[in-house]
């Protein structure tokens, strides 16, 4: 009897504590679930923000390669504008151009035409600047223009050759009027004496004795020479020397055989026969 109770007794214990164990576990394995299930979410989270993550990155990236091909079109575009702009620029010039090609051309036949005509003037007024001139080469200028002269009769010479030898001539005569020159030639006036000439520019023609005792000036207004003497003969020395190179060049303190008027108003009075004329 003591026995069975005893068996009894030992059976409800473990029933008992085969029962705590069961609530215990029923208790515990709610919360391990939960906090099983509570990782497996934040993994899935971290996983997702993860995959957003490199969606974001990917999408930086895109939008960084974007603005990058932008601000280089952008280069492209302002580069290529600027380049327009200097192709319509020479656009315009070379429509200009052409365009005055292409009146020079309808004007050419206009100018072959008047050309003859203009050459011989040319020459005319080369001979007549030369004969109003001072008397310095006389000969040789003349000559000069008789053999331009004959040239404009020659009808198997181009045109443009004419052109070139009557320009040449008068570019010889221009260059008269800025030089200093000395040379040795019979006196203008009396063939017998030579005499060392000295010319400075259009406006004085002067000689010198070969001694180097006396001298004159050629004085335009009365086609005749007026003696120097004194501080204008050492002046005429002086200059002598100057234009033979055989000293530094000074100022002279010469006479002029042409008035500083005068020539002005020659000047003026050729410039307005040519605005005539044109």
């Known amino acids: 009897m003591v026995a069975n109770d005893t068996r009894h007794r030992t059976r409800t214990g473990w029933c008992a504590a085969w029962a705590g164990m069961a609530l215990l576990t029923s208790l515990v394995t709610p919360a391990w679930a ?32 974007l603005l990058t091909r932008l601000r280089d079109a952008s280069r492209d575009a302002s580069r290529l504008e600027r380049y327009n702009e200097e192709l319509s620029r020479r656009n315009e010039t070379q429509a200009a151009l052409i365009e005055r090609r292409r009146e020079a051309i309808d004007q050419l036949s206009v100018t ?12 005319t007024r080369l001979r ?17 223009v008789e053999s331009l002269e004959s040239m404009l009769d020659d009808s198997e010479m181009a045109a443009a050759d004419k052109l070139d030898r009557v320009l040449s001539a008068w570019r010889t005569e221009l260059d008269y009027g800025r030089e200093m020159d000395t040379w040795q030639g019979t006196l203008v006036g009396d063939e017998a004496r030579q005499v060392d000439y000295l010319r400075v520019g259009r406006v004085g023609l002067y000689y010198l004795t070969p001694d180097g005792r006396s001298g ?4 335009a207004d009365e086609r005749a020479w007026q003696p120097l003497e004194g501080n204008a003969l ?23 055989s042409v008035a500083l008027e005068t020539r002005a108003s020659d000047a003026a009075n050729s410039s307005a026969a040519e605005d005539e004329e044109s």
């Not at 050492?234 to 002029?256: C, F, H, N, S, T």
Request: no cysteine.
């Open 34 to 65: 939960q906090q099983t299930s509570l990782r497996e979410a934040s993994a899935q989270a971290q996983q997702t923000q993860a995959a957003l993550q490199e969606k974001i990155d990917a999408a930086d990236d895109e939008t960084r390669e």
């Open 234 to 256: 050492d002046e005429l020395r002086k200059g002598m020397r100057i234009a033979r190179d055989q000293r530094a060049p000074a100022l002279l303190d010469l006479p002029v």
């Open 112 to 123: 072959r035409e008047a050309l003859p005509g203009l050459l011989r003037d040319m020459v």
């Open 128 to 144: 007549t600047l030369i004969e109003a001139d001072l008397p310095f080469l006389r000969e040789e200028r003349l000559a000069r």
């Open 216 to 219: 004159a000036v050629w004085r």
